[in-house]
């Protein structure tokens, strides 16, 4: 069987047995083709290429400048590919299974403070009304600010909520239910402002299946679009662009609700993350909150 058939054989499996996302798949499709190209280029098949061909890959994805995260998530994807080859008994050892992953330090997030993402929402909401927009520019407006409510208040991911259906917005609207990523299915309640939101924007909107239409070819609004949007809106308010983005929102929500003392394992839940490591980076806003508690109530602390 050539490289090619394996890896339209475990992408395959990918998409059928685990629900793997579209934009997954090709991701995991770009990264197996290199590795297959580079093991190629060694005279061997992916059937019998030895550990050291991995780590040589790996070298050679060092040389070209990617960095350490990149190179470990590719990495990520010639592991599962090999695990699968060997439970489809292709072939009996895994390569991967002793090559160390690149290691980096991760980066922490971007996170707005409570101050500024206030002012964000609080210029979104005047912007619906103001008498210079067009009507259009005022509907605009409007689904931004839907967008800004909904995502500080639930945390969902950009991908998530965009293609929200009203279905998924339960009858009271206070509550969102939505499949996630690995199409797990999940609850996530919203706060009064943001459900005051969507019952005044569900008002605006004509017949149809999402809670943000659109008129592309998936039907509802673009995540570029939502950036593009945002970004102006952060400029209108002195707050740099370059810091501003959607995910930055999901990011506050998860920073402000660890730092207001939310317990770390509901954080997980709401985020949809399947890891818990994956939820403490956000932990950095309380090492912050903790230093200044010690430096503001230690006894022996300067004045």
């Not at 407006?141 to 293609?163: C, D, F, I, K």
């Not at 809670?211 to 970004?231: C, H, I, M, W």
Request: proline share 4%; with cysteine; glycine share 4%.
């Amino acid at each position: 069987m050539s490289g090619a058939h394996l890896i339209s054989a475990f992408l395959e499996m990918m998409s059928v047995e685990r629900g793997a996302a579209t934009n997954t798949i090709e991701a995991y499709r770009r990264d197996l083709d290199d590795y297959s190209s580079f093991v190629a280029a060694q005279k061997q098949s992916l059937l019998d290429c030895p550990r050291e061909t991995v780590t040589e890959w790996l070298d050679d994805l060092k040389a070209q400048g990617l960095s350490a995260s990149s190179s470990a998530r590719r990495l990520s994807a010639i592991r599962q590919f090999h695990k699968f080859l060997c439970v489809e008994g292709l072939r009996g050892d895994d390569p991967t299974r002793i090559v160390a992953s690149p290691k980096s330090r991760r980066a922490l997030p971007k996170v707005l403070s409570v101050t500024e993402v206030t002012t964000l929402l609080e210029r979104a909401e005047a912007d619906i009304e103001d008498p210079r927009k067009t009507p259009k520019q005022q509907l605009s407006a409007h689904r931004l600010y839907v967008l800004l409510e909904m995502l500080y208040a639930t945390g969902l991911r950009v991908s998530e909520l965009v293609s929200l259906r009203r279905a998924a917005v339960m009858r009271d609207t206070s509550f969102i239910t939505l499949k996630g990523k690995g199409s797990k299915e999940r609850v996530v309640p919203m706060n009064d402002r943001a459900r005051d939101a969507v019952r005044k924007w569900l008002l605006t909107l004509p017949e149809g299946p999402f809670l943000f239409p659109a008129n592309g070819e998936d039907g509802y609004l673009s995540r570029q679009v939502f950036a593009r949007d945002l970004k102006d809106l952060a400029t209108s308010v002195s707050i740099s662009a370059d810091r501003v983005a959607p995910h930055v929102l999901r990011h506050a929500f998860a920073s402000h609700l660890l730092a207001g003392g939310a317990d770390l394992r509901v954080v997980q839940m709401l985020l949809g993350h399947s890891d818990i490591s994956t939820t403490q980076i956000y932990t950095h806003v309380l090492d912050e909150k903790l230093r200044n508690l010690v430096e503001s109530h230690h006894p022996l602390a300067e004045g």
